[in-house]
């Protein structure tokens, strides 16, 4: 590949079938020492609540947990979920973050709420506290800059410069460029709907002291194999949790791959897994590296956050080695 950007990695901890939650957290730590020696630039972690395929429900946390247990690589969340926290509790957590790893630590922000109504009304907000991002989002910058004189300080947060992204979910684009922050997005409405997004990011971005020029994190699944139907059948579980989740409402833990393949779905499961299956890179490093050059390209990305999860370990970590193998 010939694009001079980073690749990065977003890993959400996702439970695998007859494995603990605990299991995956930990493999999400191994997973984070493997991405460092393979030399990515950034190891994100996420945020979800209530969902039984999914352990990682404490960003904060985790992140203090692959810091410690790395040296260089950047350590981050792809993202906090603004609305469902305060914002000087957040600048809180990661002002300890950054002064317990300087220069290491990212500060990636949604404004997803829960998934169902009873994990909304547990974290305590609605659907409407998403309609307050941009407010949520100026104060939470706001204990970063501010002087002695605001009336509450966030300690240890204040007076320092960690990076701040936004995720594009909805308006997230927009809220971006408003407040002049770095963009992470995906092609989850459609590639002419990601185009569209970033050309208006772009458009509208205002410099702050955040960042000066716009940046796009382009977030894709890539999976890389010795034969392009291994790189699929890598997609496959993850696939089938997310055709779950829109069917029955749960996302549930990963199954093998030769297990969901032998599922007898019914026309709804059908059509939702093969929703699901679309949109990936996969494929040969030969193959994959020309996906990428064209997706990458098509956007103008400055970096690229590989989100890639899976039920088959070590075809998973033997795709994230593949794939290293192509960083510019």
């Given at each position: 590949?010939?694009?001079?950007?980073?690749?990065?990695?977003?890993?959400?901890?996702?439970?695998?079938?007859?494995?603990?939650?605990?299991?995956?957290?930990?493999?999400?730590?191994?997973?984070?020492?493997?991405?460092?020696?393979?030399?990515?630039?950034?190891?994100?972690?996420?945020?979800?609540?209530?969902?039984?395929?999914?352990?990682?429900?404490?960003?904060?946390?985790?992140?203090?947990?692959?810091?410690?247990?790395?040296?260089?690589?950047?350590?981050?969340?792809?993202?906090?979920?603004?609305?469902?926290?305060?914002?000087?509790?957040?600048?809180?957590?990661?002002?300890?973050?950054?002064?317990?790893?300087?220069?290491?630590?990212?500060?990636?922000?949604?404004?997803?709420?829960?998934?169902?109504?009873?994990?909304?009304?547990?974290?305590?907000?609605?659907?409407?506290?998403?309609?307050?991002?941009?407010?949520?989002?100026?104060?939470?910058?706001?204990?970063?800059?501010?002087?002695?004189?605001?009336?509450?300080?966030?300690?240890?947060?204040?007076?320092?410069?960690?990076?701040?992204?936004?995720?594009?979910?909805?308006?997230?684009?927009?809220?971006?460029?408003?407040?002049?922050?770095?963009?992470v997005i995906a092609a989850v409405r459609g590639d002419d709907a990601l185009r569209s997004a970033v050309r208006g990011y772009r458009e509208h971005f205002r410099p702050s002291p955040w960042a000066d020029r716009p940046h796009?994190?382009?977030?894709?699944?890539?999976?890389?194999?010795?034969?392009?139907?291994?790189?699929?059948?890598?997609?496959?579980?993850?696939?089938?949790?997310?055709?779950?989740?829109?069917?029955?409402?749960?996302?549930?833990?990963?199954?093998?791959?030769?297990?969901?393949?032998?599922?007898?779905?019914?026309?709804?499961?059908?059509?939702?897994?093969?929703?699901?299956?679309?949109?990936?890179?996969?494929?040969?490093?030969?193959?994959?590296?020309?996906?990428?050059?064209?997706?990458?390209?098509?956007?103008?990305?400055?970096?690229?956050?590989?989100?890639?999860?899976?039920?088959?370990?070590?075809?998973?970590?033997?795709?994230?080695?593949?794939?290293?193998?192509?960083?510019?």
């Open positions: 590949m010939t694009t001079p950007l980073r690749f990065s990695v977003l890993d959400r901890s996702l439970v695998l079938r007859g494995r603990s939650p605990a299991e995956s957290l930990r493999r999400t730590v191994r997973f984070a020492t493997e991405a460092e020696r393979l030399g990515y630039h950034r190891f994100w972690v996420a945020e979800h609540h209530g969902v039984p395929g999914v352990a990682g429900s404490a960003p904060a946390v985790l992140a203090a947990a692959v810091a410690a247990a790395t040296s260089h690589i950047r350590v981050g969340t792809g993202g906090v979920m603004l609305p469902n926290h305060r914002p000087l509790v957040v600048a809180e957590q990661f002002g300890v973050l950054e002064s317990l790893h300087p220069g290491r630590i990212d500060l990636g922000v949604g404004r997803s709420v829960g998934f169902t109504a009873a994990v909304r009304e547990a974290l305590g907000h609605g659907r409407e506290s998403a309609d307050r991002f941009a407010e949520q989002l100026d104060e939470l910058l706001g204990h970063f800059t501010g002087g002695p004189e605001a009336a509450v300080r966030a300690m240890p947060a204040a007076g320092l410069r960690l990076p701040v992204f936004v995720l594009a979910t909805g308006a997230g684009a927009e809220h971006a460029a408003a407040a002049g922050l770095p963009l796009v994190v382009l977030s894709r699944s890539v999976a890389v194999a010795a034969t392009t139907e291994r790189a699929r059948r890598l997609l496959v579980p993850e696939a089938w949790a997310t055709a779950s989740s829109r069917v029955h409402g749960v996302f549930p833990p990963l199954e093998p791959a030769e297990d969901v393949l032998a599922r007898d779905l019914d026309r709804r499961e059908a059509a939702q897994f093969e929703r699901a299956m679309r949109g990936h890179v996969h494929g040969t490093e030969a193959e994959v590296a020309d996906q990428l050059q064209s997706a990458l390209d098509d956007v103008g990305a400055d970096e690229l956050l590989v989100t890639t999860s899976g039920y088959d370990e070590e075809g998973l970590l033997d795709s994230y080695r593949r794939l290293s193998r192509l960083m510019p």
